[in-house]
C-alpha cells in the first residue's frame, strides 16, 4: 500500500503528468532533454530537473547521456507495473444492468 501512495503523490502533480505525456510521445531514439522539455512546457530548467528526479526516483523515466546532455525516456516496463499497481489500488467494480448482464463502471 505505501508503494501505491507513493506512486500516487508522484502522479499527483500536474506538471510531472504533462511531463509524462509529453515524453510518450516521444521514442527513445527520439528522447528530449532538459532544455526542450522547458521549452515545450515553458517551466524552467530548473522545475523540469527537479520533476524528472522525482520521476525517475519511481523508474517511470530513463535518462541517457548523448554528448553534453541527458535525454529522458519513458521506461515502458515501470510504465506497465504503475498502471497495474494502479488498477490493483482501484478495482473496478462490475455493475448489474436491468438485463442482468454485467457491465464495467466508468
Same mark, same amino acid.
Given at each position: 500500500?505505501? #508503494?501505491? %501512495? %507513493?506512486?500516487?503523490? =508522484?502522479?499527483?502533480?500536474? !506538471?510531472?503528468?504533462?511531463?509524462?505525456?509529453?515524453?510518450? /510521445?516521444? /521514442?527513445?531514439?527520439?528522447?528530449?532533454?532538459?532544455?526542450?522539455?522547458?521549452? +515545450?512546457? *515553458? @517551466?524552467? /530548467?530548473?522545475? =523540469?530537473?527537479?520533476?524528472? $528526479?522525482?520521476?525517475? &526516483? !519511481? #523508474?517511470? =523515466?530513463?535518462?541517457? $547521456?548523448? #554528448?553534453?546532455?541527458?535525454?529522458?525516456?519513458?521506461?515502458?516496463? %515501470?510504465? @506497465?507495473?504503475?498502471?497495474?499497481?494502479? &488498477? *490493483?489500488?482501484?478495482? =473496478?467494480?462490475?455493475? +448489474?444492468?436491468?438485463? #442482468?448482464?454485467?457491465? *464495467? @463502471? &466508468?
Amino acid at each position: 500500500m505505501k #508503494g501505491q %501512495a %507513493a506512486l500516487f503523490r =508522484v502522479l499527483a502533480d500536474p !506538471t510531472r503528468l504533462k511531463l509524462l505525456r509529453l515524453l510518450s /510521445q516521444q /521514442q527513445e531514439p527520439n528522447a528530449l532533454c532538459v532544455n526542450a522539455l522547458a521549452y +515545450r512546457l *515553458g @517551466i524552467t /530548467q530548473s522545475a =523540469v530537473s527537479q520533476h524528472l $528526479r522525482v520521476l525517475k &526516483s !519511481t #523508474g517511470l =523515466v530513463k535518462g541517457e $547521456r548523448r #554528448g553534453y546532455r541527458i535525454h529522458y525516456f519513458i521506461n515502458q516496463e %515501470a510504465l @506497465i507495473q504503475a498502471q497495474k499497481q494502479i &488498477s *490493483g489500488a482501484l478495482p =473496478v467494480k462490475k455493475e +448489474r444492468h436491468h438485463t #442482468g448482464e454485467p457491465r *464495467g @463502471i &466508468s
